[in-house]
């Protein structure tokens, strides 16, 4: 197994507490092979059966949802050690509800969800460790559910705002995606959005540059 791959599936929650040597044994018992995709190509569509276990090696994915009128809702963005929509594996319906781009060059290892099966019988730790994943899919879906559902547009930014803080431990925050792109991923008009922005910014929550944005009151931000 290249060095890349194996570092890809240490940091992966499915081979959580799974040492390296362990993990090379694990992975001679199964058949699986490695994909690239360039940035902008799709690697699957929503209504497509989810019949594998692809965990991103490198690159980045972005997941997304579209209504019947066109909007698309960003949902979720998957770097090195994700998986794939991993709870539609097993489930009664396959279908995936997301679409997923790549969003830069991106490999992904893709093993059988009846390789993923017998590795998950015969090593107790990997099948707990598919449990606790699915577990915190459910509890990160509930949150982005709650978010996008019942929070206002000025709840959203001081929500992300915040969050993004708490990430980057610091009140100076970059933005790592343009704005157009964070709009997508709270179901908002960018214009929304800005106003939003301009609006903490005069009320002396927030100094605007560019990317980087200064926190300057945190209580204002709510």
Do not use: W
Request: aromatic share 6%.
């Amino acid at each position: 197994m290249e060095e890349k791959a194996k570092t890809a599936l240490l940091s992966c929650p499915l081979f959580d507490k799974i040492e390296g040597e362990e993990l090379e044994a694990i992975m001679e018992d199964i058949p699986y092979k490695t994909i690239e995709f360039s940035k902008g190509d799709i690697i699957t569509v929503a209504g497509m059966p989810c019949r594998y276990a692809d965990i991103v090696i490198r690159g980045s994915l972005i997941c997304s949802m579209a209504a019947l009128s066109g909007k698309q809702i960003e949902v979720s963005r998957l770097s090195s050690g994700d998986i794939i929509a991993p709870a539609y594996l097993f489930s009664d319906n396959h279908a995936i509800p997301v679409s997923v781009k790549a969003d830069s060059k991106t490999e992904l290892l893709r093993i059988s969800k009846e390789s993923l099966k017998i590795i998950s019988e015969r090593h107790s730790q990997i099948g707990l460790n598919f449990i606790r994943l699915l577990s915190n899919i459910n509890v990160f879906l509930t949150g982005k559910i709650r978010v996008l559902s019942l929070y206002t547009v000025r709840e959203k930014v001081a929500y992300l705002l915040r969050k993004i803080a708490k990430e980057q431990g610091s009140h100076l925050i970059h933005l790592d995606r343009s704005r157009q792109e964070i709009a997508q991923s709270f179901g908002i008009q960018k214009f929304s959005l800005l106003r939003v922005l301009s609006n903490f910014e005069q009320e002396g929550a927030i100094k605007i540059d560019g990317k980087d944005i200064q926190i300057l009151d945190l209580r204002l931000i709510k």
